[in-house]
């Protein structure tokens, strides 16, 4: 399934009443399944005192459950407001890992514009696994899921 099929296929369950958790295992699901690179696929949500914490995931359990904004890939993506596509991590300095299997990275931010709820962390035992259509495509879900975290605000204020 490409990325607008997922993005599809959340919003038919969005329209269907699934709750924002539900949405976003699905999201998990759908872009785990959607390419035999991705090893690891996961969420990590970003608190308000700055810290990322795991949300759901497929693959290998991680120690890595909770991270503080710039450690890390994931937690330098935060810092500098950009995604990151590491093609290799053993040449990465500020890399922690999850498994010693992973190979490469990307961390795409779920975000509206200066303002950032989560971020799409995938691992892949492939070297350099992320082509810029694979980039473009996390990108895409990235920016539904935005929707989904800020519709989700809106109503947690409103109730
Ligand atoms: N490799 C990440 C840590 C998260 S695990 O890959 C799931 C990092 O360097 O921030």
Redesign the pocket.
């Known amino acids: 399934m490409d990325a607008a099929a997922i993005c599809t296929q959340l919003s038919h369950l969005q329209n269907s009443g699934a709750t924002f958790d539900e949405l976003l295992s699905h999201a998990v699901r759908l872009l785990h399944e959607s390419n035999e690179r991705f090893d690891?696929t996961?969420i990590?949500e970003l608190d308000p005192g700055q810290m990322l914490h795991?949300g759901p995931?497929i693959?290998a359990p991680?120690d890595?459950v909770f991270?503080a904004v710039g450690?890390?890939?994931?937690?330098?993506a935060v810092a500098e407001g950009c995604n990151k596509n590491?093609p290799d991590?053993s040449k990465?300095p500020?890399?922690?890992?999850?498994?010693s299997a992973?190979r490469s990275?990307l961390?795409v931010l779920i975000r509206d514009g200066d303002r950032i709820y989560a971020q799409i962390?995938i691992?892949s035992h492939q070297v350099d696994a992320f082509d810029s259509s694979i980039e473009s495509g996390v990108e895409m879900i990235a920016r539904w899921l935005a929707g989904a975290y800020h519709s989700d605000e809106v109503q947690k204020q409103a109730a």
């Open positions: 690891w996961g990590y795991l995931f693959g991680t890595h991270i450690h890390g890939v994931c937690g330098s590491i991590v990465e500020n890399y922690l890992a999850c498994s992973t990275e961390v962390d691992d």
